[in-house]
């Protein structure tokens, strides 16, 4: 099937009927890469959280989505134990009770597996020419159920990533590659500059389909919100789990989704044309 458009007119919500539970992806969706969200992207989650569940699922690790998203959320009294946090694309699951993040569930991957996907990475990526020149922290990072590789290291400032690989070929030759070597695991595509290894058949839909699965709401009551569900992109396995799907260009674009979806503009927000 085709991937959904981008979030036009056409593809919006309604306004005023939020889903009972809302998914959205980090990166470039909620934030822009590994950057903490925006005051009024934070004000426009605590009021989306007074309307319905919200869950964030990306490859990063927990403590990305705590520096990210958490932190922000957490001086503006927001109702915690409404947000579903799953780290490594769904491979982990967390929620908020009694104050404190539990762990439902973790995929972890085994010493061994996680050791042949190191070596893997390491050797391909020199092949390909792909590590050397200056990083931004270390290329591969162990995430327990995930081992992602970044070319340029997590910490790289958003637009030296955007220029690492604008077509997404880099990214494609060293994830065919990687699989090859590694046909009892998932290989996928992950941020810009970046592709994550988890066991096979773990990705967002997983993901999506527990979240179905622990919290009783069906796949028609919620909603996905992400950047990547062009067929290449790591948001794309969510179509099939008959969520509906709404693609995004970034998070302003995801402002006006929330603010459709709780009935108007977030509070300090200026109305304009985008949010009409």
Same mark, same amino acid.
């Given at each position: 099937?085709?991937?959904?458009?981008?979030?036009?007119?056409?593809?919006?919500?309604?306004?005023?009927?939020?889903?009972?539970?809302?998914?959205?992806?980090?990166?470039?969706?909620?934030?822009?890469?590994?950057?903490?969200?925006?005051?009024?992207?934070?004000?426009?989650?605590?009021?989306?959280?007074?309307?319905?569940?919200?869950?964030?699922?990306?490859?990063?690790?927990?403590?990305?989505?705590?520096?990210?998203?958490?932190?922000?959320?957490?001086?503006?009294?927001?109702?915690?134990?409404?947000?579903?946090?799953?780290?490594?694309?769904?491979?982990?699951?967390?929620?908020?009770?009694?104050?404190?993040?539990?762990?439902?569930?973790?995929?972890?991957?085994?010493?061994?597996?996680?050791?042949?996907?190191?070596?893997?990475?390491?050797?391909?990526?020199?092949?390909?020419?792909?590590?050397?020149? $200056? *990083?931004?922290?270390?290329?591969?990072?162990?995430? @327990?159920?995930? /081992?992602?590789?970044? !070319?340029? +290291?997590? =910490? %790289?400032?958003?637009?030296?990533?955007?220029?690492?690989?604008?077509?997404?070929?880099?990214?494609?030759?060293?994830?065919?590659?990687?699989?090859?070597?590694?046909?009892?695991?998932?290989?996928?595509?992950?941020?810009?500059?970046?592709?994550?290894?988890?066991?096979?058949?773990?990705?967002?839909?997983?993901?999506?389909?527990?979240?179905?699965?622990?919290?009783?709401?069906?796949?028609?009551?919620?909603?996905?919100?992400?950047?990547?569900?062009?067929?290449?992109?790591?948001?794309?396995?969510?179509?099939?789990?008959?969520?509906?799907?709404?693609?995004?260009?970034?998070?302003? $674009? *995801?402002?006006?989704?929330?603010?459709?979806?709780? @009935?108007?503009? /977030?509070?300090?927000? !200026?109305? +304009?044309? =985008? %949010?009409?």
């Amino acid at each position: 099937m085709d991937a959904p458009g981008r979030a036009d007119a056409a593809s919006r919500p309604t306004p005023g009927t939020a889903p009972r539970l809302v998914a959205f992806d980090l990166d470039d969706t909620l934030a822009p890469s590994k950057s903490r969200v925006e005051p009024e992207m934070a004000a426009a989650l605590v009021r989306l959280l007074g309307h319905a569940d919200v869950c964030i699922i990306s490859g990063g690790h927990f403590s990305q989505f705590q520096g990210q998203v958490v932190e922000a959320l957490e001086g503006l009294d927001a109702d915690l134990d409404r947000l579903h946090l799953m780290p490594t694309c769904g491979t982990r699951y967390l929620r908020h009770e009694d104050g404190a993040w539990r762990e439902v569930y973790a995929e972890d991957l085994t010493d061994d597996e996680a050791a042949r996907a190191t070596d893997s990475l390491e050797r391909r990526s020199a092949e390909l020419g792909f590590a050397e020149g $200056d *990083t931004w922290g270390p290329r591969i990072e162990h995430r @327990g159920s995930q /081992v992602t590789f970044s !070319a340029l +290291g997590q =910490a %790289a400032p958003v637009d030296v990533k955007q220029r690492w690989d604008p077509t997404g070929s880099k990214k494609s030759a060293l994830q065919e590659v990687v699989q090859s070597d590694l046909p009892d695991l998932e290989v996928r595509s992950g941020g810009s500059t970046s592709i994550d290894i988890t066991r096979k058949g773990v990705d967002k839909a997983y993901g999506v389909r527990r979240l179905i699965e622990a919290t009783g709401i069906p796949a028609a009551d919620m909603l996905f919100v992400g950047d990547r569900l062009d067929p290449a992109g790591n948001d794309f396995p969510v179509i099939a789990t008959g969520v509906p799907c709404v693609a995004v260009e970034g998070w302003p $674009d *995801t402002l006006v989704v929330i603010e459709r979806l709780v @009935g108007g503009p /977030v509070e300090g927000r !200026a109305a +304009g044309p =985008a %949010a009409e």
